[in-house]
């Protein structure tokens, strides 16, 4: 579903993914991980269409199709979905009127027509109530003011809506108190199909105790270094990523 | 200054010639009124660009032509071509003016309860202006402007209200002011809204064209609040492109009174609007928001002036512009805070959002502060739509030119909630979304 093939992207000049490789096929599940600034975020951004960033060399395939051809909403509109990490606020913008645009636009995208008033409210109301989101929120503009936690569910509340082909969390679990994490892993573990794949970019291993990855990778240095099963993950909690920079080098 | 001296003794001789006409002349109040504003006016003159309040404006253009004040109509307009402009739904009265004039037939002021006084300024000036006596004048006459004394010379129209002590209207009064050819027009609306003490209104101003006509407009509205009197007060102008208007807004405020006020100004090619806020008893409050449109060849002026007399007041200031293709805007917001004011809170904001780089803003906002124990703050902002902001739209989907019409709306949005009449939001919102749509005035994605 999506190849990756010796990525290397630059900030104003400066290389931050230095000949990224990697391979997602359709109903897999993998996890990124890897230090603080080692590019994570900016790989997930650069998938998703951010500006901002150079792409100086290497390919990016979503299906058949050249990813970095494509706008931002063609992306998304072919299938791919990023959860930021740090949600954008909306001041002014009505989290229903953004929630329903987002849908419309991407069922367009998929030929089906766009929902009357009545059912999306109906639909709307069912997935906030499955992420455990407050109806309030729904009311509001968009992570105006919503805590942390608020933020991420709204970003989880947009994954169940829209149902993507490719979803990519970026550390949509940072910060979240125990039962957040579980709604974040219950939104994942809902939508996993044999259709669908996830990117999850993650520091901590209580995620992957309720998501099973497929494969975990390790992102350093604008790299993947290493890749493994979840065996990989709970190696890194006990002894963190000194002695894979270690191995990288030798 | 000599190229002002022409119009002047043009619009001089103007007033000598309507004053035979204007209603009440046997009130020698309100004679001795109009002879001192067109003594004040003639002295004074037009302002000019080395006005500090005028810098940005010339008034040449507007200068330059005859006006006619309160010209017949071509075609006079039927109750329902007047239905598309009304606004609030559960308008308990309306009020319609063409060219200046109200209109009784097109007007619907039946069911209002005891306790209210509605109708036209001309009719009640004739069958009664000792009853108007103590308030007409009285908010407008600190420090007069030229545009001021010449309303006042020639008061003539327009709204009249009185809310009796306590009595509380159940939804809005609509006050239509339309202007229509042939011929270039003008209107010099004078309105009077008197709340007294504890008596609570909404009232909603909406200037508008019924054809693409040249227009003057140089409206007046004087408001007096009594103790604990709330008012909410709407006014939008969106007049024709090639319409010019000035509205002068005077507020007198009576202790723990409440003044909330939604400005919208989105049409002409020229327009101007003055608030004239004076808190004169302890713990009034008032709180302006205003939202304010302009592309291609308009140029929109905004000028406030808070006056905090008395300790423990409270105002707040909100105005946020929307610039686009070759606008121009100017804001000028001004706070004042006297020696005895003690313990105001005072706060301005202005916000702008650029849409095109051809657009320009220039905002000053200022408070002066004579008082040593007062919270007061204000800020401009003047910058363009978010890159992450649309971003995350279109990362959902969105298309990028509907990512900045719901960012613009949504701009506009923290405005517009403060009013409470529906269909006056509604209505701004249609008027924005049709700028933004209109042409090219976004830019593309890439800027
Ligand atoms: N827009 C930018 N301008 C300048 N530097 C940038 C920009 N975006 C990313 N970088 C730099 O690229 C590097 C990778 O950043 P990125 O946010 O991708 O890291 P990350 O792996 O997501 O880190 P974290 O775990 O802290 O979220 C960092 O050194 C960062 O400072
Ligand atoms: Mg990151």
């Known amino acids: 579903m999506l190849t990756v093939k010796d990525l290397r992207v630059s900030v104003d000049e400066q290389p931050i993914l230095n000949g990224l490789n990697l391979e997602v096929g359709e109903g897999e599940v993998h996890a990124i991980m890897g230090p603080n600034g080692s590019g994570k975020s900016s790989f997930a951004h650069v998938l998703a269409g951010r500006e901002g960033y150079t792409v100086t060399g290497g390919e990016v395939r979503f299906d058949d199709q050249d990813l970095l051809d494509l706008s931002v909403e063609e992306r998304a509109r072919k299938g791919l979905f990023l959860a930021l990490q740090y949600p954008v606020e909306l001041p002014g913008v009505s989290n229903l009127v953004f929630l329903r645009e987002s849908l419309n636009a991407i069922r367009a995208a998929r030929g089906e027509p766009a929902l009357d008033a009545a059912t999306f409210m109906k639909v709307v109301r069912d997935k906030a109530g499955q992420v455990n989101m407050s109806p309030e929120l729904l009311k509001r503009s968009v992570n105006a003011g919503f805590s942390g936690g608020e933020k991420k569910r709204n970003e989880i509340l947009q994954l169940a809506l829209l149902e993507p082909r490719l979803a990519i969390l970026d550390e949509t679990d940072s910060g979240l108190d125990i039962d957040a994490l579980r709604v974040v892993a219950d939104g994942v573990n809902v939508l996993r199909s044999p259709q669908r794949a996830f990117i999850l970019v993650t520091h901590y291993q209580r995620l992957l105790d309720y998501v099973e990855p497929d494969y975990v990778h390790v992102l350093s240095g604008g790299r993947i270094v290493r890749s493994g099963d979840k065996s990989l993950a709970l190696e890194l909690e006990r002894r963190g990523y000194g002695w894979i920079a270690g191995e990288a080098a030798a | ?447």
């Not at chain 2, 000598?16 to 006409?21: F, K, M, Q």
């Not at chain 2, 204007?22 to 109009?34: K, N, V």
């Not at chain 2, 003044?259 to 919208?264: D, E, F, L, S, T």
Request: glycine share 8%; aromatic share 6%.
């Open chain 2, 1 to 447: 200054m000599n190229a002002m001296l022409e119009p002047v003794e043009r619009y001089r001789r103007l007033i000598d010639a309507v004053a035979p006409s204007l209603p009440g002349d046997d009130a020698g109040w309100l004679t001795s009124q109009r002879a001192r504003a067109t003594e004040h006016f003639v002295r004074q003159g037009f302002p000019t660009r080395k006005d500090e309040a005028w810098r940005y404006t010339s008034l040449e253009r507007v200068l330059e032509q005859v006006w006619a004040p309160n010209a017949e109509p071509g075609l006079q307009p039927a109750t329902a071509d007047i239905a598309a402009f009304h606004l609030a739904k559960d308008a308990v009265a309306r009020l319609v003016f063409i060219n200046g004039r109200c209109l009784p037939g097109l007007s619907s002021l039946s069911g209002l309860p005891a306790g209210v006084q509605l109708g036209s300024l001309h009719s009640a000036l004739e069958q009664q202006p000792e009853r108007l006596a103590p308030w007409l004048g009285q908010a407008a006459q600190a420090g007069v402007s030229s545009f001021t004394a010449l309303n006042t010379a020639l008061i003539d129209d327009g709204a009249w209200v009185h809310i009796a002590v306590g009595t509380k209207l159940a939804g809005p009064v609509e006050l239509l002011y339309l202007t229509t050819g042939p011929g270039t027009v003008a209107a010099h609306p004078r309105n009077l809204v008197v709340l007294e003490d504890g008596a609570e209104a909404t009232v909603v101003e909406h200037y508008a064209s019924l054809d693409d006509t040249a227009c003057f407009t140089n409206s007046l509205t004087e408001v007096l609040l009594g103790a604990g009197a709330q008012l909410e007060h709407a006014r939008l102008q969106d007049e024709s492109a090639a319409a010019r208007h000035i509205s002068n807004v005077f507020v007198q405020q009576g202790h723990s009174s409440h003044y909330r006020a939604v400005g919208v100004s989105v049409g002409g090619l020229w327009s101007r609007s003055e608030y004239h806020n004076r808190m004169q008893q302890t713990q009034a409050s008032c709180e302006i928001d205003g939202l304010y449109i302009a592309g291609d060849a308009q140029l929109t002026d905004v000028h406030l002036d808070i006056g905090h007399a008395v300790p423990a007041c409270t105002s707040r200031e909100r105005f946020k512009g929307i610039l686009l293709g070759r606008g121009r805007a100017v804001f000028d917001g001004r706070i004042r805070v006297e020696v005895d004011a003690q313990k105001t809170d005072a706060q301005l904001a202005n916000d702008n959002l650029m849409l095109s780089r051809d657009a320009e803003v220039d905002t000053k906002p200022q408070l002066e502060i004579f008082a040593d124990d007062v919270k007061c703050s204000h800020g401009t902002t003047v910058g363009q739509l978010e890159p992450e902001q649309l971003f995350y739209l279109r990362s959902r989907g969105i298309g990028a030119d509907d990512a900045r019409r719901m960012l613009c709306l949504g701009f506009a949005t923290e405005v517009l909630q403060a009013c409470s009449v529906d269909g006056f939001r509604a209505r701004v919102e249609t008027r924005l979304q049709q700028r933004l749509a209109a042409g090219a005035v976004m830019g593309n994605s890439g800027e």
